[in-house]
């Protein structure tokens, strides 16, 4: 059975700082750490101003660095598997930057794009434990840990709602991802043993605690990525839009039941209606959670995980076989309340609601049934971005 571990902060700043001495022949000066993330509920809604439910998690990236005293930016990445990836780019005070190759660095670029400061010449090495492509966030914890990096090198402090913007437009413009804000506000705030409930109109967020002594979120990596996530993700998102402009609305946020009927009056296209029905339903099972999480009703979030994987798979067109299959072998698994995908879809994670004492169970039943390789681990909510100090 294959457990995913979280190697801790100590260990991966251990190791980004060996790098780097070894790499650079000095030392790093400034260093920070962001997580990866599980959403608990609140799927495909950011975009729509909704309600999103999310989780920070063990798993970091870790970035340390120094300037170099030079125009040009070099980063040193080790990727999960060992392997070593390089990109050198110039500074942002010698000239602007532009997306381009390799692909991997366009986050590093955006980031430092649009940092609020213009920075000159550094080296750095970056590490990471945060699963690569399994829809728990590694891109926004990647942008998070060095925009926060840049904080401790430069002193200069952005606030963390604006961070998390600032991230989230680096999204856009570099690797040119049209993605919600729900990835980078929960990497910039997650707090340990807490879910964070974000009004992503408002932009003002709950942390909702999570006791984890009856029941726990087990998380079960589907490990396959269908490539369809490019294209399909900006598709839903425009269906969304598309549904709001008819019903002359900033965002489906504003909508309720009568407007989806509305909908269906102004002879909407049918996919438009049906992405609209699951950001409308799916906003109010969010809420809902949030106010049962910390009842510890169980049964009740269990049952609106699996409204919501229904949804996300039937209206939103989101999930794929794989996260299907999981999610019915769970529905089938004593101790399991609920279980839904999780992110952004076509692969990645599920998340189940289990009773502590059936985990095991629910593994074993999962690693048995399940056509591919799962991989677990049990989510303990964890803190959120941080500067790091080095000795
Ligand atoms: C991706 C995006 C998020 C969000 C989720 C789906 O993770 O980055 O902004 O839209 O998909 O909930």
């Not at 070894?22 to 975009?47: C, M, Q, T």
């Not at 381009?100 to 550094?122: H, I, M, R, T």
């Not at 994670?349 to 074993?364: Q, S, T």
Request: proline letters at 5%.
């Amino acid at each position: 059975m294959t457990e995913a571990i979280a190697k801790g902060e100590a260990v991966l700043l251990r190791q980004a700082y060996d790098k780097f001495v070894a790499e650079y022949s000095f030392k790093p000066v400034a260093a920070a750490a962001a997580p990866g993330r599980v959403n608990l509920i609140g799927e495909h809604v950011d975009y729509c101003e909704g309600f999103v439910l999310p989780v920070a998690l063990p798993f970091l990236t870790v970035v340390v660095g120094a300037y170099n005293n030079s125009d040009e930016c070099q980063v040193l990445s080790i990727l999960g598997n060992g392997q070593e990836v390089k990109a050198i780019f110039p500074a942002t005070t010698a000239s602007g930057l532009k997306p381009g190759e390799p692909a991997w660095a366009n986050y590093v670029k955006g980031v430092l794009a649009n940092f609020p400061e213009k920075v000159s010449g550094f080296d750095v090495v970056i590490v990471s434990d945060v699963p690569m492509g399994s829809g728990v966030s590694s891109s926004a914890s990647l942008e998070v840990a060095f925009f926060t990096f840049l904080e401790a090198l430069t002193g200069t402090r952005v606030e963390p709602v604006k961070k998390a913007q600032l991230c989230q437009k680096a999204e856009h413009e570099f690797p040119g991802m049209p993605c919600g804000i729900m990835d980078q506000f929960i990497v910039t705030m997650g707090k340990k043993d807490h879910a964070l409930l974000i009004d992503c109109r408002s932009l003002e967020a709950k942390h909702i605690p999570m006791d984890s002594t009856e029941a726990v979120i087990l998380v079960v990596n589907s490990n396959v990525k269908h490539q369809l996530t490019g294209s399909e993700y900006p598709q839903r998102r425009a269906q969304c839009q598309e549904a709001a402009n008819k019903l002359k609305i900033p965002s489906l946020r504003s909508a309720d039941i009568n407007d989806l009927a509305e909908l269906k009056c102004l002879k909407c296209d049918e996919l438009v209606c049906k992405r609209a029905t699951h950001v409308v339903e799916e906003i109010a099972r969010t809420e809902e959670v949030a106010k049962l999480l910390p009842q510890k009703d169980f049964s009740e979030v269990g049952i609106r995980f699996y409204q919501s994987h229904e949804s996300l798979s039937k209206l939103m067109e989101v999930s794929c076989p794989e996260l299907d299959q999981l999610v019915n072998i769970m529905k089938s698994s004593p101790g399991v309340y609920g279980a839904r995908m999780t992110g952004g879809g076509f692969g990645g994670c599920v998340i189940a609601l289990v009773k502590k004492e059936f985990v095991e169970d629910v593994k074993r039943k999962v690693e048995a049934q399940y056509s591919g390789s799962p991989v677990f681990f049990v989510c303990q909510p964890s803190d959120g971005a941080r500067i790091l100090k080095l000795q």
